[in-house]
């Protein structure tokens, strides 16, 4: 993992749509854990959920071209992740 600076997509009061960044991997990798967020997510979610599972989430996020899903952040601590659809 390497180190990275806040990109802000959006912001306002509170709450900060931006990129994912590597210090946001843990709190990831413990709300993803969480069996009642799990049973909302998509099938392909693994379960349970692992600090490695992040990395490679991560590194997938980054990949994408154009970049669709980012982080939101609540009172400055990351709170989840949305994803955009371009139309």
Do not use: C, W
């Not at 413990?30 to 600090?51: Q, T, W």
């Not at 599972?53 to 980054?62: L, R, S």
């Not at 982080?71 to 990351?78: D, L, N, P, R, V």
């Amino acid at each position: 993992m390497k180190n990275q600076h806040r990109i802000i997509i959006a912001s306002k009061d509170d709450i900060v749509i931006r990129e994912l960044t590597d210090s946001d991997l843990p709190k990831l990798a413990e709300y993803a854990n969480n069996p009642k967020v799990a049973i909302n997510l998509r099938d392909a979610f693994p379960h349970p959920y692992s600090f490695d599972d992040a990395v490679k989430f991560k590194e997938m996020v980054d990949s994408m071209n154009p970049k669709v899903i980012f982080a939101i952040e609540y009172k400055g601590e990351y709170a989840g992740n949305i994803r955009l659809n371009y139309e």
